[in-house]
């Protein structure tokens, strides 16, 4: 078929409408997924095919018949296959306007055939400079043919087609054999702009990568993103304009996650990606379902599945019997802070059962993201918010890059990302005390560590049993994170007192009423118009909890575990903490003070260990 001159004729056939119908393909790909399904297609429309090397190998093997590159250039591939396609021969055949008479004309004298389609995809050069190889290595994987061969296709999108992506395969598959083996204009354009970002993004990541590793030059870092969806607003309304975007790497802007239902917000996915990374490491640390309920970029509580006791059944409200494993770890997370967590964004590490939709169904709440939702428990969940709950589905493979980009005042701050992981040997390696961790306590300090992980700083977490009971997130003081994250470990273990338990609601007073009405009662710090509106919720007026009660109640409880984001300062952290039942602490260490907090420690039993990992989070 080489230097015939048959597709002169077929040009006006060829170019009667906005389709092309591909001829000649040329075809050379490094990564070799999905060859097969391009394969079939281009032997059913008898595409002739030119390729070379690796990629003309493996399309034989799949029975397409190959014209090797150097058969059409007329000359040998050069310099160990560095030079093998930047030949006139084949980008005159690329760049040809079709519709041009002296272009075509021009051709036809150098016997020179068009080319209708161009699939390439790159050398992976972003992936070896990841890995760290050495210079001369990632060199070698700047790809200079391939990059060449898509943008003379991509200008020349009107008569060709580029396909730089296997993911682009099956959609491309399926309108050749829609339209006879032609591809549309639309399609083509789109193809085209696709091809642009992927080779923007390739320059972007070898210039980033030679300036930073080049002497005298100032390091510059450049970033592609694909827009992913718009979002309802930023963090405010009146901030409208507002869009969710993949960092667009190896030729995709792929997301960790899948919208199936409702419109997210700005603060919706800062809670979701959060929440969905907490849960993951909970569920990969521990190895049982886990859950988080997330607000304003926080944690409000977490946990794994552990079987709930009897008094937390009726301070959650729930029969045991009836709930998945799956459930009550959610109902564990929301427990721990339920004033908090309302209106909270979900955060489980499994499926989604009937179960745990039941549960979520009559719980305030802007939206959930988990690994996946049984049909049913899909169903409950999109009659929440009149259809409007979001639902995402999230993506355990998805692999984020490793460094992070976030702009403040047009200024640009870069870090590696915070991958360090959290398991049992990290709080139990350096305990600095004589009183040692007990089991129970190992897989508390790793719930506690891994919650404050994703708390904003500075930030303190109890934990018991599995569940976290209480977050000091955002303070300035580190004594202060201690004393507010106490409050609600004292607030959440008085809801287990009888008289707690035992008030008398009247009947059609709702759930969140009753949660807040408890929290009130514990509190006791209302006002006289507020103490009035709230005694209307109850059959008799509550007793009140004496001084005495509540002290009796709390000195019981013992076997808390704490964790630290980031070094005690003084001792007066450990002073509050023994206030709320602490028998156990896990800090990075550090400090000058380190001693002090120590014997602090050793005064009132308290087993400490240290991480020399700090886990600020912003």
Request: hydrophobic share 40%; proline share 4%.
């Amino acid at each position: 078929m080489l230097g015939t001159p048959f597709f002169f004729s077929l040009f006006v056939l060829t170019m009667s409408s906005d389709q092309v119908t591909i001829r000649r393909a040329l075809v050379s790909v490094f990564d070799k997924s999905g060859i097969d399904v391009l394969a079939d297609v281009l032997k059913e429309f008898n595409v002739c095919v030119l390729s070379t090397g690796g990629t003309a190998k493996a399309l034989r093997e799949h029975g397409v018949d190959v014209v090797e590159v150097k058969d059409v250039t007329k000359w040998p591939e050069m310099l160990g296959g560095r030079v093998k396609s930047l030949h006139p021969a084949i980008h005159s055949g690329l760049l040809a306007k079709r519709d041009s008479d002296e272009h075509m004309k021009e051709l036809k004298d150098h016997d020179i055939e068009p080319i209708d389609l161009v699939v390439s995809n790159l050398y992976p050069f972003e992936k070896t400079a990841d890995l760290g190889k050495e210079f001369g290595d990632c060199i070698e994987m700047i790809d200079i043919g391939g990059p060449t061969m898509v943008r003379s296709a991509a200008k020349n999108c009107d008569s060709v087609a580029v396909v730089t992506s296997p993911s682009q395969y099956a959609s491309v598959v399926e309108e050749l054999r829609a339209n006879s083996g032609a591809l549309t204009k639309a399609t083509r354009h789109q193809l085209a702009a696709q091809a642009f970002l992927s080779t923007a993004s390739y320059d972007t990541a070898v210039s980033s990568y030679f300036s930073v590793n080049t002497e005298g030059v100032s390091p510059t870092v450049g970033r592609h993103y694909v827009e992913g969806g718009r979002l309802r607003y930023g963090a405010n309304p009146h901030q409208k304009t507002a869009m969710y975007s993949g960092v667009h790497t190896n030729n995709s802007g792929a997301l960790p996650f899948k919208v199936l239902n409702g419109q997210p917000g700005y603060i919706n996915l800062m809670d979701a990606l959060n929440a969905w990374q907490l849960v993951l490491e909970l569920n990969a640390a521990l190895g049982r379902p886990a859950a988080a309920s997330f607000k304003h970029v926080s944690p409000a509580g977490a946990a794994v599945f552990k079987p709930l006791t009897k008094e937390l059944e009726q301070a959650y409200e729930v029969d045991a019997k009836l709930l998945s494993e799956t459930a009550i770890a959610y109902v564990r997370a929301r427990g721990a802070d339920p004033l908090s967590s309302y209106g909270d964004f979900v955060a489980i590490s499994g499926i989604v059962d009937v179960s745990t939709a039941k549960v979520i169904k009559f719980a305030v709440s802007d939206g959930i993201i988990a690994e996946g939702y049984e049909e049913g428990a899909l169903e409950i969940l999109k009659q929440k918010k009149k259809g409007r709950y979001l639902i995402l589905q999230g993506d355990k493979t998805f692999k984020p890059p490793p460094m992070e980009h976030k702009e403040v005042f047009g200024v640009c701050l870069t870090q590696q990302r915070n991958d360090c992981v959290i398991t049992p040997d990290v709080v139990t390696s350096n305990v600095k005390t004589t009183t040692p961790l007990s089991a129970e306590a190992v897989e508390d300090l790793v719930v506690a560590s891994i919650t404050v992980k994703y708390t904003q700083s500075n930030s303190v977490c109890y934990a018991l049993d599995g569940q976290v009971i209480g977050v000091g997130a955002g303070q300035q003081s580190r004594v202060d994170c201690v004393k507010l994250a106490g409050r609600k470990v004292d607030t959440w273990r008085l809801r287990t007192h009888p008289k707690v338990l035992n008030l008398k609601f009247k009947q059609g007073v709702k759930k969140q009423e009753r949660i807040n009405a408890r929290v009130a009662f514990i509190n006791d710090d209302m006002t006289e118009v507020e103490r009035k509106h709230w005694l209307c919720l109850f059959d008799e007026e509550p007793q009140p909890l004496s001084v005495d009660e509540r002290k009796e109640w709390l000195s019981s409880f013992t076997g808390v575990s704490l964790s630290s984001d980031a070094f005690f300062p003084f001792r007066d952290n450990i002073d509050q903490a023994t206030k709320h039942g602490v028998s156990f602490i896990v800090q990075p260490g550090g400090s000058v003070q380190d001693d002090g907090v120590l014997a602090a420690c050793e005064e009132y039993g308290i087993a400490m260990s240290f991480t020399a990992l700090r886990l600020f989070h912003h």
